[in-house]
C-alpha cells in the first residue's frame, strides 16, 4: 500500500460558505475571534480543509498562517475530511500490549488508507488514537458510537463489513 493520504476535493456549498462569512462578520475586530470561528467552521462543514481557512483568514484580515497555527495546534480541529463511519482504534498501553498495532494493520489493509485518512468514497476515516476508556476490553476500537473490544485481527473483516 502507498503511503500517500487520500485527498478529498473541498465539496463546501454556498450555504455553508454563506453561513461562515455570517459568524466572521459577527467576530469581525473582536480580539480572540480565531478560535470561535474556528469552531463554528469545522461544525458548519465538519473540518477545516485550506479554502475554509483561507476564507477565515480574508474574513477576519489576520494572516493565513495563524489561522493556519491555530487550527493545527488545538486537538478539537481536523484538517481532513471524517468518513460517514469515524474509526478510532486505541494504542494506548493496554491495547498495545494486547496486540492494537495488528488490529490497525488489518484495518488499514482492508480499506486501503493509513491512519489518519479517509476511503476514496467518503464512507470510511481512520484514526489511531491513546485511549478510549475501555481497557478492560483491549484492544479496542470504535466505530461512530459503536465499541468493538477483545479484537484481533482476524475479527476486523466482518466488523467493517456490518458498515459496507
Do not use: W
Not at 462578520?25 to 473540518?47: N, R, S
Amino acid at each position: 500500500m502507498p503511503n500517500v493520504k487520500t485527498v478529498v476535493p473541498y465539496s463546501g456549498t454556498e450555504e455553508q460558505e454563506a453561513r461562515l462569512r455570517a459568524v466572521i462578520e459577527a467576530h469581525k475586530g473582536q480580539p480572540g475571534a480565531t478560535m470561535p470561528v474556528l469552531q463554528a467552521a469545522q461544525e458548519i462543514f465538519g473540518y477545516l480543509p485550506e479554502e475554509v481557512q483561507i476564507m477565515v483568514a480574508e474574513g477576519l484580515d489576520i494572516p493565513l498562517s495563524e489561522v493556519y497555527g491555530v487550527a493545527s495546534f488545538y486537538a478539537q480541529f481536523t484538517l481532513n475530511p471524517k468518513g460517514k463511519y469515524q474509526i478510532s482504534l486505541c494504542l494506548g498501553t493496554a491495547c498495545y500490549v494486547k496486540g492494537a498495532s495488528d488490529v490497525l494493520a488489518a484495518v488499514e489493509k482492508h480499506l486501503g488508507i493509513r491512519s489518519g485518512a479517509i476511503t476514496p468514497d467518503g464512507k470510511f476515516s481512520l484514526d489511531a488514537c491513546r485511549c478510549i476508556g475501555a481497557c478492560g476490553l483491549a484492544p479496542v476500537m470504535m466505530i461512530n458510537n459503536d465499541v468493538y473490544g477483545r479484537l484481533t485481527p482476524d475479527l476486523v473483516g466482518g466488523i467493517l463489513e456490518k458498515y459496507d
